[in-house]
């Protein structure tokens, strides 16, 4: 089981780079569906590999996103700082600062924490450097339809 969910490792990790280069609404799109498929995968494979492992793979989503923006910020400089950007940076520092130093949590803890305060300003600086046309709006608008519905259903279902 190691060998098969560490080969769907190396295909996620080879998607996940490949859409962060794109940084545009496909990027989005397999985003979103590995949202929703993650945790399946996850709970199909909890007892039978290792816990790093699945850690890893919990992470790679995130992963994305980051090098999404740093590509973006490196190739076309994109991301300028403005008033708004540097009050946001000056949150993520302060909350780095309190979460990894300011605490009596085990250091694992304060990361893990850390982290899910970093996605909200994560997910305001891929919107600003993601690469999305008008036509690309609809596609994305739509996609979003049919993701909301499939999670409905699944959510009806599981309270079934």
Known sequence: MDLIFLSICVLYGISVLYFAQKNDWTMLRFFLLVVM?????????????STSLITIFSLMKEGMLYIAVVLCALKKNVLKIKKMDLLLLTGVAMLLLKNLFVTSAPLSAAIISLRQCLIPFLGIIVGKSIRINKDSVGRVLKF???????????????LL
């Open 37 to 49: 498929f993650q945790n399946i995968l996850v709970i199909l494979f909890s007892g039978k590999v």
């Open 144 to 158: 979003n339809v049919r993701y909301s519905t499939i999670l409905a259903v699944l959510g009806i279902i599981e």
